[in-house]
């Protein structure tokens, strides 16, 4: 037997359990022992993986509904939720959104010390001032206060590029879908310690010589073409793309050797075949990506060139964190929420003309972490 074939029988065998457990907890008339039985099916589905049986026993751990002996009960249930979400299981990550949100309302806030109202200010107090708009600025940025209200207005032109016409039929869902993740970003915020702040973003389509985001679709004789130009000039950046493009990653390009204001801003699409067809994938991904262009760094640990941020290191990020290594926070996962802080470091990107980073970086470009970490609001 194969190895797919085995592991083919070990997915079977997983439905199977999960199955036959479900439908036995689901029976109104089935008796305590019967529950039990079909408890058991449940966890055994578990242990072969089966996503869908991860969220139900987890879900239950979480609440209580099944006791665990000998381990801690809510770090267990997280675990299982984590693998639930991550295997694409949506009512175990709605599950995990809602539990690191409540867990961050619950957080102690302290309002700034100069004034929640008024312009919006730093941590120093000093008022914030953001116009950078004009041909060589792909993302437009302005920052004003009207009637009582600091908005924050950001404002791109996208270009889309399907070189070899690879996207076909799915042209303009793909195209709706990463704008979607683009607007992901507008809404209402609290900053620097409690200071209201309206997003807006507004987006058109275009053609301009400089002034745009370019989105690249990345198809198979796209990944071709830029695989052969990378091998050309072999420099390390285009040796991390090489590696992206082969692990089916997408990725952002925010300058040559690091974002500014005016350096130019490109987004790599390169999707799997499953994830081409979904519209909330595509979505999510434009978003994270977007988030690059804004200025932001990966929260996420990549070996060999990000280290990850440690728990406890930034009080804000640690409601977001599950089992040590989850953080459900939009830079470190495309599915996560955009916070407050994500805002906060884009104002900061854009006031300072720098960079806003979660964590320092190998490579080239500014290796010193947001101001805006570790301040607890």
Not at 2 to 18: P, Q
Not at 118 to 135: V, W
Request: net charge negative.
């Amino acid at each position: 037997m194969s190895d797919g074939d085995k592991k083919m029988t070990k997915e079977e065998n997983a439905r199977l359990f999960y199955e036959s457990g479900i439908v036995k907890y689901r029976n109104p008339e089935a008796t305590k022992e019967e529950r039990r039985e079909a408890i058991e099916l449940l966890v055994k589905a578990c242990d072969l993986g089966n996503a869908d049986a991860e969220y139900l026993i987890g879900a239950m751990v979480l609440s209580g509904k099944i006791t665990l002996k000998n381990i801690n009960p809510e770090e267990h249930a997280l675990q299982l939720l984590r693998s639930s979400a991550f295997s694409g299981n949506m009512n175990a990550r709605c599950l995990l959104n809602s539990y690191c949100e409540n867990r961050d309302e619950k957080r102690e806030i302290k309002d700034s010390p100069y004034g929640t109202e008024g312009p919006l200010k730093d941590f120093d107090g000093e008022l914030i001032k953001i116009n950078r708009t004009g041909a060589k600025t792909p993302v437009d940025a302005v920052l004003s206060y009207e009637n009582g209200v600091n908005t924050l207005k950001l404002s791109l032109n996208v270009l889309f590029c399907d070189a070899y016409d690879e996207l076909g039929e799915l042209e303009e869902m793909y195209q709706e879908s990463v704008l979607e993740g683009i607007q992901s970003w507008a809404g209402s915020y609290e900053v620097f310690g409690g200071q209201k702040l309206n997003v807006e973003i507004s987006v058109s389509t275009e053609i301009h010589v400089y002034d745009m985001v370019d989105v690249v679709y990345m198809g198979p004789k796209m990944r071709e073409t830029m695989g052969k130009l990378w091998k050309i000039a072999p420099t390390k950046a285009a040796r991390e793309n090489m590696e992206a493009v082969k692990q089916d990653r997408s990725f952002a390009i925010s300058g040559v050797f690091k974002w500014s204001v005016n350096s130019r801003k490109n987004i790599y699409m390169n999707l799997s075949e499953k994830d081409l067809h979904d519209p909330y994938e595509i979505k999510c991904v434009a978003k994270h990506e977007f988030g690059h262009v804004l200025g932001l760094g990966d929260l996420y640990y990549e070996p060999g060139k990000l280290e990850g941020v440690a728990k406890g290191k930034n009080s804000e990020l640690d409601s977001y964190l599950i089992s040590d290594k989850y953080y459900n926070l939009v830079m470190g996962d495309h599915h996560g929420v955009i916070s407050n802080n994500d805002i906060e470091m884009i104002v900061l990107a854009f006031s300072e003309n720098r960079a806003q980073l979660y964590q320092p970086t190998k490579g080239f470009g500014t290796k010193k972490i947001s101001e805006a970490l570790g301040k607890g609001n």
